[in-house]
T-cell receptor, first 116, second 111 residues
Framework: DAMVIQNPRYQVTQFGKPVTLSCSQTLNHNVMYWYQQKSSQAPKLLFHYYDKDFNNEADTPDNFQSRRPNTSFCFLDIRSPGLGDAAMYLC???????????????FGPGTRLTVL | GDSVTQMEGPVTLSEEAFLTINCTYTATGYPSLFWYVQYPGEGLQLLLKATKADDKGSNKGFEATYRKETTSFHLEKGSVQVSDSAVYFCALRRGAQKLVFGQGTRLTINP
């Protein structure tokens, strides 16, 4: 089945130690997104790629970076994780926008990050 | 800017009860509207959507109708099951790719 895969599902890191979360997709979608979701809150968009075009949200901290080496993979790098970065990180994909109605976003299962 | 407001949770019902989760939105133009469901420990799954006024989205017994006159997209189900326990998010997207989510409503169904 075509899907969005996130690895690992659970990640533990130490305060200030760089960490990378990965996302892969078999849907061949043009757009890939990273969201941060803290406990009992709505997902918050960090950034997205439209093909190779990177789009950062204005309030995303510089501590968060992303790479998309090819259509299938996208990485979230947290350069110096703080305690406040502990959250669920969700990857999503969609086809390129073809109308004002837009295209459905497909979400992965998420990676829960713990910062010690 | 665009925004989505959902009824505050948590909502607790008995099995086979009728469910309504209210959602209203603020946006210019004609956004697409969505309901996503998040089961414990998992990512979001699209439950249903509607892309224009008076459209009704439906899936797994859930329904929601796009009401432009009241800027609403309330989620309903006639008879809930224990397996429907989850967090439900209403969302909109207007033209661009960015989804705007409501704050989520936690639903618990007791046997």
């Amino acid at each position: 089945d075509a899907m969005v895969i996130q690895n690992p599902r659970y990640q533990v890191t130490q305060f200030g130690k760089p960490v990378t979360l990965s996302c892969s997709q078999t849907l061949n979608h043009n757009v890939m997104y990273w969201y941060q979701q803290k406990s009992s809150q709505a997902p918050k968009l960090l950034f997205h790629y439209y093909d190779k075009d990177f789009n950062n949200e204005a309030d995303t901290p510089d501590n968060f970076q992303s790479r998309r080496p090819n259509t299938s993979f996208c990485f979230l790098d947290i350069r110096s994780p703080g305690l406040g970065d502990a959250a669920m990180y969700l990857c999503a994909t969609s086809r390129a926008r073809i109308s004002s109605g837009g295209a459905e976003q497909f979400f992965g299962p998420g990676t829960r990050l713990t910062v010690l | 800017g665009d925004s989505v407001t959902q009824m505050e949770g948590p909502v607790t019902l008995s099995e086979e009860a009728f469910l309504t989760i209210n959602c209203t939105y603020t946006a210019t133009g004609y956004p697409s509207l969505f309901w996503y469901v998040q089961y414990p420990g998992e990512g979001l799954q699209l439950l249903l959507k509607a892309t224009k006024a008076d459209d009704k989205g439906s899936n797994k017994g859930f329904e929601a109708t796009y009401r432009k006159e009241t800027t609403s997209f309330h989620l309903e189900k006639g008879s809930v099951q224990v397996s429907d326990s989850a967090v439900y998010f209403c969302a909109l997207r207007r033209g661009a790719q960015k989804l705007v989510f409501g704050q989520g409503t936690r639903l618990t169904i007791n046997p």
